[in-house]
């Protein structure tokens, strides 16, 4: 079974620029979130989506959006980049929406903003 | 979910030897999980134990939990090359997100 798939896996934007990056979860998978993790620190948690909803949001600008296709794929936008959103971006996936559940994330889409 | 907080942050360990992470956290929780990440990387899972298991094997992976202290420990024996990675403990709840720390930064030496 295909894990959780995320693309681009590499990609350098400008800064004002706007960036896509797409996730496919795991078959059977409701949840999908969205965590950044810039280089020395661990994942923060950026966004959760449980069967098309936006379920949890974490500390992070609006210029950040995302959301949850009907087959459970997910997208995440970011607006108006700034150097600071360079990181790696992680998308994870779960049955259900609680971190109660075990959670299975993604290679990551590394974003360099120039 | 609340963070976790790893130590040792740095652990640099000959091939063969064991190592052993703790991890600490602070209010009441259903599960801890353990991820390894290789640099650059996802999070692989490793391990999940529950609040209510002390001990739990996987392979060459023994974690402990002790709820009344509150932690946890991960410990890999006889390591090899490829356990060269960075490893993040995140306790489990209702709430629908996980929290990390900075995680232990594990190097084993040919």
């Known amino acids: 079974d295909a894990g959780v798939t995320q693309s681009p896996t590499h990609l350098i934007k400008t800064r004002g620029q706007h960036v896509t990056l797409r996730c496919s979860p795991i078959?059977?998978?409701?949840?999908v979130s969205w965590y950044q993790q810039v280089l020395g620190q661990g994942p923060q948690f950026i966004f959760q989506?449980?069967?098309?909803?936006?379920?949890g949001r974490g500390n992070f600008p609006d210029r950040f959006s995302a959301r949850q296709f009907p087959n459970y794929s997910s997208e995440l936008n970011v607006n108006a980049l700034l150097l600071g959103d360079s990181a790696l971006y992680l998308c994870?996936?779960?049955?259900?929406?609680?971190?109660?559940?075990?959670?299975?994330f993604g290679e990551g889409s590394w974003l360099t903003v120039v | 979910s609340q963070q976790g907080e790893e130590d040792p942050q740095a652990l640099s360990i000959q091939e063969g030897e064991n190592a052993t992470m703790n991890c600490s956290y602070k209010?009441?929780?259903?599960?801890l999980q353990w991820y390894r990440q290789n640099s650059g990387r996802g999070l692989v899972h490793l391990i999940l134990?529950?609040?209510?298991?002390r001990e739990k094997h996987s392979g060459r992976l023994r974690v402990t939990l002790d709820t009344s202290k509150k932690s946890s420990s991960l410990l890999i024996t006889a390591s090899r090359a490829a356990d060269t990675a960075s490893y993040f403990c995140?306790?489990?709840?209702?709430?629908?997100?996980?929290?990390f720390g900075a995680g232990t930064t594990v190097t084993v030496r040919a």
């Open positions: 989506y449980y069967e098309k909803e936006e379920r």
């Open positions: 209010t009441s929780i259903n599960n």
């Open positions: 994870a996936s779960s049955f259900g929406r609680s971190s109660g559940n075990t959670i299975y």
């Open positions: 078959s059977g998978h409701k949840s």
């Open positions: 134990i529950r609040s209510n298991e």
């Open positions: 995140v306790t489990g709840s209702n709430d629908y997100k996980l929290s």
